[in-house]
């Protein structure tokens, strides 16, 4: 009678690929971007991704729309609206953008803890999640498809405030000297940034303190060399 093999199978399955989630903030503007992000961890990365979508202020068919062109292995997931009723009437845009993922980043948690990543990714005015990823023992990233120099613009304004006190908000220069580019007129710069008495600026300088604590930018690869070696040797871009 023939002996039965009794050698072990391996049944071993290689190790699932790294999940990054993705959050955007409401607008076509900043989905659209990630969107192409996530497409590129997919296809050149073979990354696991998940795009995040804020309920609040967005248009339900653009986002869509959007997300509709992503492989299928792209997950989708929508954090649900936030009250925003107690904000003052004459609030402006910016600061409810600010206020509204501010207060929809407590959403992100299950989703993350639910399916762990190994990456968060915001964008702008989404650094509230970097706290989260921090708290999590995962790498958070700011997203930046746009110039680097902003960057370089929101760390002049945390300079500028070092050794400020509390409640104290102080002007940009005019012009902005930034290291690597050209000498910047204050109306060439956003305007959340012109005006230290406008309740925007200070959303953006708590905004520019948390880049601080970002484990890194992801920016276009045709940065200038100049403006790189700086932001690398600030505390804004360790």
């Keep these: 009678m023939a002996e039965a093999a009794t050698g072990a199978t391996d049944t071993s399955l290689p190790p699932p690929p790294p999940h990054v989630v993705l959050m955007a903030s409401p607008g076509a503007g900043h989905l659209i971007p990630l969107a192409e992000l996530a497409r590129r961890l997919v296809s ?59 207060r929809s980043v407590p959403h992100l948690r299950p989703l993350v803890v639910g399916s762990p990543a190994a990456a968060i990714v915001c964008d702008f005015f989404g650094t509230p999640a970097l706290a989260l990823a921090a708290e999590l023992g995962v790498p958070g990233y700011v997203f930046f498809p746009t110039s680097i120099s902003f960057i370089s613009v929101v760390r002049s304004v945390v300079e500028l405030h070092d050794g400020a006190a509390a ?56 940065t200038r060399t100049g403006l790189l070696f700086s932001l690398r040797s600030s505390h804004i871009c360790d």
Aim: proline share 10%.
């Design 167 to 222: 409640g104290e908000y102080r002007d940009l220069p005019d012009p902005l000297v930034l290291p690597g580019c050209a000498p910047l007129r204050h109306g060439d710069i956003p305007d959340g940034f012109r005006d230290s008495a406008d309740p925007v600026y200070a959303y953006v300088l708590e905004e520019g303190r948390r880049y601080g604590g970002a484990d890194g930018f992801l920016a276009r690869s045709d």
């Design 44 to 102: 050149d990365h073979g990354f696991a991704v998940t795009v995040v979508t804020i309920a609040s202020l967005s248009d339900p068919a653009t986002d869509a729309a959007v997300l509709s062109s992503l492989p299928a292995s792209v997950a989708t997931a929508v954090l649900p609206p936030v009250a925003l009723d107690d904000l003052p009437a004459d609030i402006g845009f910016g600061s409810v953008m600010f206020e509204l993922v501010r």
